[in-house]
């Protein structure tokens, strides 16, 4: 039985960890709720982000960029 190869197709790559995680922050009163809204990559020639919302906020607030700590990592595979 002969296998068939696609030349054509390229190679799976590992997806690529975020630069950094957008959190959404609501402050009410004395708190501040902190809702992971996405996350951006940096691109190869150093030059910008391209950045990815999974929820668009809208009723105000703020959008935080931070870079991604292990206890993230373990929120994000949960």
């Known amino acids: ?3 068939y ?3 054509n197709s390229k190679p ?3 997806p690529k960890a975020p630069a950094f995680i957008a959190w959404h922050v609501d402050e009410k009163g004395e708190k ?3 809702t ?3 996350a951006a990559w940096d ?3 150093g030059e910008g982000y391209t950045l990815q919302l999974d ?3 809208v009723n105000g607030g703020r959008v935080i960029l931070r870079a991604p700590s292990e206890q ?3 929120e994000a595979g949960a």
């Open 5 to 7: 190869n696609n030349r």
């Open 1 to 3: 039985m002969a296998r």
């Open 32 to 34: 501040s709720f902190w």
């Open 43 to 45: 691109h190869k020639d």
């Open 36 to 38: 992971r809204i996405g």
């Open 55 to 57: 929820l668009v906020p």
């Open 72 to 74: 993230t990592e373990q």
């Open 12 to 14: 799976a790559r590992e």
